[in-house]
Nanobody, 121 residues
C-alpha cells in the first residue's frame, strides 16, 4: 500500500509560479512511474504530467506543456511539479499517484488528499 501526501498549493496571481511536492511512502518509490492529476470543480480528473521511474522520460498534457515541469528525487521519495506562467484555468485540486508508465495514466485506486491551487486573474 502506498501513502501519498501532496503539498505546496496556494493562491497565486495569473503569471505566477508554484512548486507542488508529493511525498510517497509504503512502496519502492523508485520502481514506479508517477503522475500528477488535477480536478477542477464540476470537471473530471485530468492527467497533467507523468515521469518514468528513472526520471528519464516525461509526459505533459497539451494544456500545460511548456509551463509545467515534473521531476522526482528518488532518494527523498518525492515527486515535484513546477508550475510557471499559471493561468486561472489551472485552478484545481492537484493530486499525485503511482501510474502504469510515464505516458499511461492508469493510477492506483487510492488517492491522497490533494493540494488546492487557485489562480486569480
Amino acid at each position: 500500500q502506498v501513502q501519498l501526501v501532496e503539498s505546496g498549493g496556494g493562491l497565486v496571481q495569473a503569471g505566477g509560479s508554484l512548486r507542488l511536492s508529493c511525498a510517497a511512502s509504503g512502496r519502492t518509490f523508485s520502481s514506479y512511474a508517477m503522475g500528477w492529476f488535477r480536478q477542477a470543480p464540476g470537471k473530471e480528473r485530468e492527467f497533467v504530467a507523468g515521469i518514468k521511474w528513472s526520471g528519464a522520460s516525461t509526459y505533459y498534457a497539451d494544456s500545460v506543456k511548456g509551463r509545467f515541469t515534473i521531476s522526482r528525487d528518488n532518494a527523498k521519495n518525492t515527486v515535484y511539479l513546477q508550475m510557471n506562467s499559471l493561468k486561472p484555468e489551472d485552478t484545481a485540486v492537484y493530486y499525485c499517484n503511482v501510474i502504469s508508465d510515464y505516458n499511461d495514466p492508469t493510477p492506483l485506486p487510492t488517492w491522497g488528499q490533494g493540494t488546492q491551487v487557485t489562480v486569480s486573474s
